[in-house]
């Protein structure tokens, strides 16, 4: 099982981002995926959840209303568009699949 994340960088506030994860070595479309985030200092947080078909997502409090997350089964890649972003927003984000498995991680690093 691999998972790869891109599409990290340092971007102002105010700006957007999208990530993506390609994901490969299982059945891609079986599982939900998850995106984490984790800030220096902090523990792991759950950012946003996608079910296998997509047909149900889910946020934290925090990112509703300027990140989205969704999935093309095709491709096998996870995806989290990010607008509006704030320097709280800075972390290093994960992807997650419920099949138990995690991603390097991806920098996103949101500073004036």
């Known amino acids: 099982v691999r998972l790869v994340e891109s599409g990290g960088g340092l971007v102002q506030p105010g700006g957007s981002l999208k990530l993506s994860c390609a994901a490969s070595g299982f059945t891609f479309s079986t599982y939900a995926m998850r995106w984490y985030r984790q800030a220096p200092g902090k523990g792991r947080e759950l950012v946003a959840g996608i079910s296998g078909v997509g047909g149900n997502t889910n946020y934290a409090d925090s990112v509703k209303g300027r990140f989205t997350i969704s999935r093309d089964n095709a491709k096998n890649t996870v995806y989290l568009q990010m607008n509006s972003l704030k320097p709280e927003d800075t972390a290093v984000y994960y992807c997650?699949?419920?099949?138990?498995?995690w991603g390097q991680g991806t920098q996103v690093t949101v500073s004036s």
């Open positions: 997650y699949t419920a099949a138990g498995y």
